[in-house]
């Protein structure tokens, strides 16, 4: 199976952050990684391999050396994508003829392309047991959803512009009048409970097209949730496939980066700082030797990057022009909404080189802002040298996304070579490779 294929299929389990996270912990199983508990001692071994959730929607892996380290190479990524949540107490009655979901845009996505289509339902349900309180995964399959469009008749404006109300224009259709009541009775069996048993639910909307390939000589992917599950996916290969060096690597997949980031399982949280700082106690370092650590820690933040827009090239920067099948994206911006600066750059560039993984730029067009990521709200929690790179794509945050089939080879490349290196800080600016 081809590294795109592997990709759909990673997404295709992944229809939640929940369901990436698990997706994710099913792969490090297979890969002989041993899970730990946050509310559990640990006792690590050198070459030991471990993994930890937290929330069960966002993940943090470590793969120990075999003898004395100096800091960590890490890779983080998100789980989550612009969406539409389902609201507690759902069902609506539309026009006594239809019964409507009641949903909540979840981060910035571009409505218009959630229309028309089927989509699915999947998230987790907790479930009241003889045991207590259960975390269950589920998928509302065969089930599937439409918002639809109002026609161009009753509409003649709606190709001159439109502004959708996420309360009004993108509510998904559930069934008619005779629906009602049939949305808890179909969670609770997805998630093998009576309707009494269901406590509560995080239920999201989700595109479930499978991705295929595009496109003259299939040069390009068109997936759901690419960003930034692309990310997700290429990092983690390059993590288990790497030996570790003289450091420990690390790999980490959050949740929430859609909507800043800013919960307990956030890149904005102290997950990834505890499991690092317990790596070192675990390894007899005290609180210094944690500060010494990250200040000899590299990261590379991986979220997708805008490709140059055929029909609007003109939204890009004039010079540096970043293209689908052009390799890994390094993204630098001079306010800082990226964390790349010149050292990062470097080092990566370096990197990738010896790996043979054909890099590329990305800048905001001056007048054009853009977006931000993971990396510098990361760094706020455990100040680490970043460089923040991605695959380069069009239609960002659509239900439907494009990207090149060359460029996810290039990102593994690029991180099996990251986590085989023997990186090594010399002084504050200078390192060793």
């Not at 595109?207 to 003259?216: M, R, S, T």
């Amino acid at each position: 199976m081809d590294i795109n294929a592997q990709l759909f299929d990673f997404i295709e389990k992944s229809p939640s952050p929940f369901h990436a996270v698990d997706t994710v912990c099913r792969m490090l199983d297979q890969a002989g990684f041993v899970r730990l508990q946050e509310g559990r001692s640990w006792q690590l071994q050198p070459q030991g391999k471990y993994y930890v959730t937290r929330n069960r929607s966002s993940v943090v892996a470590f793969a120990m050396p075999a003898g004395e380290w100096g800091g960590f190479l890490l890779t983080s990524s998100h789980s989550d994508c612009p969406t539409f949540k389902v609201k507690p107490g759902a069902e609506l009655e539309a026009a006594g003829l239809y019964t409507m979901l009641d949903t909540e845009g979840y981060g910035g996505m571009l409505c218009s392309t959630w229309l028309d289509r089927p989509l699915g339902v999947a998230g987790r349900v907790l479930v009241e047991t003889d045991q207590g309180v259960e975390t269950r995964l589920v998928t509302l399959d065969p089930l599937r959803l439409v918002i639809p469009n109002l026609a161009i008749h009753m509409d003649r404006q709606a190709n001159d512009g439109k502004k959708y109300s996420k309360q009004t224009d993108m509510l998904p259709l559930l069934g008619d009048a005779g629906a009602k009541g049939s949305f808890d009775r179909l969670v609770a069996q997805a998630a093998g409970a009576e309707p009494g048993q269901v406590l509560g639910s995080e239920l999201y909307l989700y595109n479930p097209q499978p991705g295929q390939k595009v496109g003259a000589e299939g040069e390009y992917i068109c997936c759901p949730r690419l960003d930034d599950l692309e990310c997700a996916f290429g990092t983690l290969q390059g993590f288990v496939q790497a030996q570790p060096g003289c450091n420990v690597n690390v790999y980490a997949m959050l949740d929430n980066e859609e909507v800043g980031s800013g919960t307990k399982q956030g890149a904005d949280s102290n997950f990834l700082a505890s499991v690092l700082e317990r790596v070192c106690l675990c390894s007899g370092r005290d609180r210094q030797g944690y500060f010494a650590a990250l200040a000899a820690s590299m990261m590379i933040s991986a979220d997708n990057a805008h490709a140059v827009h055929p029909g609007y090239p003109g939204k890009s920067d004039p010079v540096t022009r970043t293209r689908m099948n052009g390799g890994v994206v390094i993204k630098s911006n001079a306010n800082q909404a990226y964390t790349t600066d010149a050292v990062s750059a470097a080092l990566v560039k370096s990197i990738a080189a010896k790996a043979g993984a054909p890099v590329q730029y990305f800048v905001n067009h001056s007048d054009v802002r853009g977006g931000s990521t993971l990396g510098n709200i990361s760094s706020t929690q455990a100040a680490i040298s970043t460089v923040d790179v991605g695959l380069p794509q069009l239609a960002m945050h659509s239900c439907c996304e494009t990207a090149g089939s060359k460029d996810l080879e290039a990102l593994v490349d690029l991180c099996r070579g990251f986590y085989s290196s023997s990186l090594t800080l010399q002084q504050d600016g200078s390192w060793s490779l």
